[in-house]
T-cell receptor, first 117, second 113 residues
Framework: GAVVSQHPSRVICKSGTSVKIECRSL??????MFWYRQFPKQSLMLMAT?????????EQGVEKDKFLINHASLTLSTLTVTSAHPEDSSFYIC?????????????FGPGTRLTVL | GDSVTQMEGPVTLSEEAFLTINCTYT??????LFWYVQYPGEGLQLLLK?????DKGSNKGFEATYRKETTSFHLEKGSVQVSDSAVYFC????????????FGKGTTLSVSS
């Protein structure tokens, strides 16, 4: 099956620092990757949609200057949380849509737990 | 806008009990409907899906039927196992509105032996 990895799985950082999270499709090419944020006991909220080679499309209310997304290749997308603050602490999950697959075929990474002190 | 509402958890059952997790949706047109499962420490996995009215999705003993008249997609399993303990998410993709999933809040299922 299609595998999506995320790195790191957990990260703890000091307030004001930047953190980069990688999302990789290991055995397929992903034309589209999605970044979600999950709060405790709440749903996954879509943050942005990332298409290879183009700028990410951010959802309303998501600061694009704070959450930098780069989709440089068909197998890698990165989310950088800039100048992180405690309120950015959350579980970040990416998903990837396989090239030539239907719009309902997404594969999820295991998530990254970010804790900002 | 489009949304998904699923029953609050946690749901606690004994092994071999019958499981129902309710899910209703609000959407224009004909969305595709999904159930995802998240086991402890793992990513979301697609459990089953249905893309049109009256379709029944099934997998691993779980099933759900796309009911347009009641805008529902309830998840059922006749006999749960301890290994089914996980968080279950109902989700939809709006018809002709891009490919991002819209999720419910998730329902935690805990099965004891």
């Amino acid at each position: 099956g299609a595998v999506v990895s995320q790195h790191p799985s957990r990260v703890i950082c000091k307030s004001g620092t930047s953190v980069k999270i990688e999302c990789r499709s290991l055995d397929f090419q992903a034309t589209t990757m999605f970044w979600y944020r999950q709060f405790p006991k709440q749903s996954l909220m879509l943050m942005a949609t990332s298409n290879e080679g183009s700028k990410a499309t951010y959802e309303q209310g998501v600061e694009k200057d704070k959450f930098l997304i780069n989709h440089a290749s068909l197998t890698l997308s990165t989310l950088t949380v800039t100048s992180a603050h405690p309120e950015d602490s959350s579980f970040y999950i990416c998903s990837a849509r396989r090239r030539a697959a239907g719009p309902d075929t997404q594969y999820f990474g295991p998530g990254t737990r970010l804790t900002v002190l | 806008g489009d949304s998904v509402t699923q029953m609050e958890g946690p749901v606690t059952l004994s092994e071999e009990a019958f499981l129902t997790i309710n899910c209703t949706y609000t959407a224009t047109g004909y969305p595709s409907l999904f159930w995802y499962v998240q086991y402890p420490g793992e990513g979301l996995q697609l459990l089953l899906k249905a893309t049109k009215a009256d379709d029944k999705g099934s997998n691993k003993g779980f099933e759900a039927t796309y009911r347009k008249e009641t805008t529902s997609f309830h998840l059922e399993k006749g006999s749960v196992q301890v290994s089914d303990s996980a968080v279950y998410f109902c989700a939809l993709i709006p018809y002709q509105a891009g490919t991002a999933l819209i999720f419910g809040k998730g329902t935690t299922l805990s099965v004891s032996s």
